[in-house]
């Protein structure tokens, strides 16, 4: 009787041990924080990393299967989460530039023409500056408009009605002097000429045309003139229609692409016809207003070159009218450049000329003659190696620019 009290008694004490040392148990666990308890793992979150839950998702996981987590939206296997594929598609579409506003080209024309920057404006301003304009005075002058690829005709006729209006009108004073020059230079270089571009969309985009020879930066003033185009909130095509060097095709899909442009281009040595034909017909199927067609330098000497321009020309208007051919000429070549100005007008019927390279070192008197040479006015002139320098040309602010002082 006794053995069994004292066995109910050991049992009893057993039990209440075991219950106090659950309850401690119990509480410590309740106390520990969730990341250090080693068989959940660790918590951040709603999602649990580590531990045998975990590891089991990790498992899964591996192979092939992905298991929702709460507050969690897992991507099908192989897709990118949304914020991954926005930063990979981010990186690989080129940002697309603004180009420059035509006006404000123009202020960049006035400042790298003016003052003694150019041979033209120095001479001008030395006559100007002189307290007495004697005979020796007008041959100086007269000198100076001849080195300027003035041309002769136009020299005599400017020297002429200056001094006719100098004398019958009484000017001695250099203000009242330098406003007879801008006037009679105003008529020389003739701001009744049209210098619109004829880029007009009728039923087909209007096609430009660019021709030139070889160094005169073509292919450049085509990549400028999409600058230009794009400006303006035209639509545009370029055709790599030089063939010859396929560098001028990389070169011109670089230009189109930093404004967004598409350029039609086909195999090295490929006809250039032809793709002037596809770079039209895309033009059409896809409603541009204007597609340009850069086309492969060559020498005006050369018939069969030469010859193959013809060709281009009446292959594209086939499909749609060229409205422009405009003829890239280096103001810095002086007579050399109006003889290939000639034997091109014969050859493509040129609408406009681009004059390339008029800054400092370009004689200005060249966009008098090139105008009298060919009956057509100059319509855009390349001011520098920026890649918004091409600007339209305008015979006022160009001999403002030629008379301002530094």
Do not use: C, Y
Request: glycine share 10%; no cysteine.
């Amino acid at each position: 009787m006794t053995a069994t009290i004292l066995t109910l008694i050991i049992a009893g004490v057993v039990i209440v041990v075991g219950l106090v040392t659950g309850l401690v148990v119990g509480t410590r666990r309740r106390q520990l924080p969730a990341q250090v308890r080693p068989e959940l793992g660790e918590q951040r979150g709603d999602r649990v990393v580590g531990g045998p839950a975990v590891a089991e998702r990790e498992s899964d996981s591996a192979a092939g299967t992905v298991e929702a987590t709460p507050g969690v939206v897992a991507p099908e296997p192989g897709i990118q989460p949304p914020a991954e594929a926005a930063a990979e598609e981010a990186a690989e579409v080129p940002t697309i530039e603004k180009p420059e506003a035509p006006e404000s080209r123009l202020v960049r024309l006035r400042r790298q023409l003016s003052g003694s920057n150019n041979a033209l404006s120095r001479g001008l301003l030395t006559l100007l500056s002189r307290d007495r304009i004697d005979e020796e005075t007008w041959e100086d002058f007269e000198d100076t408009l001849l080195t300027s690829d003035l041309g002769v005709k136009p020299t005599t006729e400017l020297v002429d009605a200056l001094r006719d209006r100098m004398r019958v009108e009484g000017i001695s004073d250099p203000g009242q002097a330098r406003g007879v020059l801008r006037e009679e230079l105003i008529r020389l270089v003739d701001p009744t000429l049209d210098r619109s571009l004829a880029i007009t969309r009728t039923e087909t985009p209007a096609v430009v045309l660019v021709v030139g020879v070889n160094g005169t930066g073509k292919t450049t003033t085509v990549g400028k003139l999409a600058r230009v185009l794009v400006a303006e909130d035209k639509d545009v095509v370029l055709a790599a229609a030089d063939t010859f060097r396929a560098a001028a095709a990389d070169q011109l899909e670089t230009w189109g692409s930093r404004v967004g442009v598409p350029t039609v281009r086909g195999a090295e040595g490929a006809d250039p016809a032809s793709v002037a034909f596809e770079a039209v017909k895309a033009g059409i199927e896809g409603e541009a207003d204007v597609v340009v067609v850069d086309t492969a330098g060559r020498l005006h000497t050369k018939t069969g070159l030469m010859d193959e321009l013809g060709k281009i020309k009446r292959v594209i208007e086939r499909q749609a009218p060229v409205t422009e051919v405009l003829l890239v000429l280096d103001a810095t070549t002086g007579q050399n450049g109006l003889t290939q100005a000639r034997i091109f007008a014969e050859v493509v019927d040129v609408t406009g000329v681009v004059l390339t390279k008029l800054d400092g070192s370009a004689k200005g008197g060249i966009v008098i003659q090139v105008q009298r040479e060919l009956g057509v006015p100059i319509k855009l002139v390349g001011l520098g190696e920026g890649v918004d320098d091409l600007a339209p040309f305008e015979a006022e602010s160009f001999v403002d620019a030629l008379l301002a002082a530094d």
